[in-house]
């Protein structure tokens, strides 16, 4: 049975689709499509959007906010998959020694705690993963626009997505030199700032 662990709780909520901008309505794709035979002249940069959920402002945020929400839920499995696991080894250690209805009443106990351990694993991963969807997806449509935007005041006429390029062969080389990542980031974390604690205004009185 697979178990689930604070830190891979952690991950799906940190998760996000590496093509973020590809997935946008238009993303990608020009508004005015160029005429026959006339061919945009200008530079291919590259961008790796898997590095978006741990720099990008905006969703850091929205996953702290998440953690914090679902973090009861969380140890509460936590805490179901400790017991099984300890009642489990209990059961391999005093195999011959407890008697047999004791071994029987065990047993049924960890398999009702099984059942309950994998309605609340579900319940939480399928929660968590709603509440993330509806949390980035405004997120990840800013980012699309910001990127049209970006491109275009720097003369870059096809930005491609190395997240997974590489891996799958569609990206065999490319000069580091066009890896605008960090740029990009620091531009749209600039043009959207996130409020802390120590920038929000007091409540009013």
Known sequence: MRLIKLALIALALQALCVSALAQQ??????????AAGELPKGKIAVINTGAFQEKVDEFKSKIESLSRQFEPRVKDVQ??????????????QQTGVLA????????ENLD??????????????ADAGR????AFA??????????????AKRGIVMLVD?????QS??????????????DFINEYNKANPVATAATKPPPKP
């Open 25 to 34: 309505p238009g993303a990608g794709v020009p508004a005015k499509p160029a």
């Open 79 to 92: 805490g179901l998959a400790d017991k099984i696991n300890a009642l489990e080894t209990t059961l391999k």
């Open 100 to 107: 047999a209805a004791k071994v029987a009443e065990m047993t």
């Open 112 to 125: 009702n705690m099984k059942r309950e351990y994998k309605r609340k694993a579900e319940d939480l991963e």
């Open 131 to 134: 509440e993330r969807d509806k």
């Open 138 to 151: 405004p997120i990840s449509g800013k980012l699309g626009k910001f990127a049209e935007d970006y491109t």
């Open 162 to 166: 190395i997240a997974n390029a590489l």
């Open 169 to 182: 062969g569609t990206v065999i080389w490319f000069d580091p030199r066009s890896d605008i990542t960090q």
